[in-house]
């Protein structure tokens, strides 16, 4: 599990049962069944991802995550999982609203594009940025939906999802030190534990 989302696991109950949408080569599950002994399932569409998730015991299934959850049933899981995967989905209102009702509580990653540095960026340069959190090019990016930490608290708002807890990554000086008191300029990455 990468070190600045480790904590992740605190917010899992144990022997609970977990689905991670967009789950890249299962270390966070394979992570979450080690530390809290879960019972998980992975969804992946890129095929050498999978075959990462089965070289380490990882229950995976093949989709691609824009084409509906219909095939979950109404709180098949405790928690539903999707770590910087949000920002990358047709309709992401619509995938959150799944997660909630395929799950009791959700965890989301994204990364946060009121970051100063994507701002500076674009005042300076003129151009999309280009950075750690969002390392591609404008015309070959799956990232196609760009918001900020505020943007998803107003989407919390309008759709009546409880925010249980928040964290604000910043892995540099002077996000380290100042992400928490102003979020929406210093935080890299926002990860947020959500319930109904």
Known sequence: MSQN???ISSWIKTNSRVLDLGCGDGSLLADLTKQRN????????????INQCIAKGVNVIEQDLNNSLENFPD????T?????ALQAMRYPHLVLDEMLRIGSQCVITFPNFGHWRARAYLT??????VTKQLAYQWYDTP????FTYSDFEALCRERNI???RKKF????FPDRQLKNLWPNLFAETAVYHLSK
């Not at 539903?80 to 910087?84: A, E, G, K, R, S």
Request: charged share 15%; proline share 5%.
């Open 5 to 7: 989302i480790s904590f």
């Open 38 to 49: 879960i019972s998980g399932y992975g969804l992946e569409i890129d095929p050498d991802s």
């Open 75 to 78: 709180n098949s899981f405790d």
């Open 80 to 84: 539903v999982i999707m770590t910087q």
């Open 124 to 129: 300076l340069r003129g151009r999309m940025p």
């Open 143 to 146: 990232n196609i939906h760009f």
């Open 162 to 164: 409880s925010i249980l």
């Open 169 to 172: 990554i910043g892995e540099h």
